[in-house]
């Protein structure tokens, strides 16, 4: 059964998954928020969600998000031959992500493409770490079909110069007009 997606945080958790499912025990997968106060102690992957593109919309007028990400293996110099264990992961990885979906339903998810598969030591500024990144974009097409019916909205909820924006008081909400006539919007 195909994952239907409405983010790029859920495609994450599905990247996420999926690694922790086909990667061998042994190596962590470290958890988003835990990404820059991760201390690496043994073998790690860090999913890092970079920049976000516009693309063609797909063939159902489907809005392409192109988020350039990056899996990051991370291998403490105290292992041996780090750099080829890194090298290794990283080669094991790239063929993980190379045409898969993570469960994704396609309409939600397009074929990744790889970037490059090289060092991001430099990144993270860890010492004792060596760190070898796969770089991927990744299309997404979220949100609704362009071409369907438009959304209805029960009401809307209005705040005009709000002393404090982040209390519910300080909103109205304002419900649909069933026809408001003409000359206005």
């Known amino acids: 059964m195909s994952i239907a997606i409405e983010s790029p945080g859920q495609f994450y958790d599905q990247v ?10 042994g190596v962590a997968i470290v958890e988003y928020g ?3 106060k991760t ?3 043994e073998p790690a992957i860090v999913v890092q969600l970079e920049d976000a593109h516009p693309g063609t919309r797909q063939a159902t007028g ?23 264990t890194a090298t ?9 992500i190379d045409l898969n979906r993570f469960g994704i339903d396609p309409k939600y998810i397009g074929a990744p493409e790889i ?3 090289g060092d ?4 993270f500024g860890f010492d004792g770490v060596v760190a070898r990144g796969v770089q991927w974009i990744q299309p ?21 110069n709000p002393t404090d924006p982040e209390s519910r008081d300080e909103y109205h909400q304002i419900e649909p007009q069933e026809d408001a006539g003409e000359g206005t919007a």
């Open 115 to 117: 970037q490059v598969n």
């Open 62 to 84: 489907r809005y392409t998000h192109r988020h350039i990400i990056t899996a990051h293996c991370l291998i403490p110099v105290s292992v041996p031959k780090a750099t080829l």
């Open 34 to 36: 835990d990404i820059w």
């Open 120 to 123: 991001t030591s430099y990144l």
């Open 140 to 160: 997404l097409y979220l949100g609704r079909d362009y071409f369907a019916d438009d959304e209805v909205r029960g009401s809307v909820w209005l705040a005009i």
């Open 88 to 96: 290794d992961l990283a080669s094991e990885v790239e063929r993980i």
């Open 16 to 25: 996420v998954s999926e690694l922790r499912r086909r990667i061998v025990s």
């Open 39 to 41: 201390e690496v102690t």
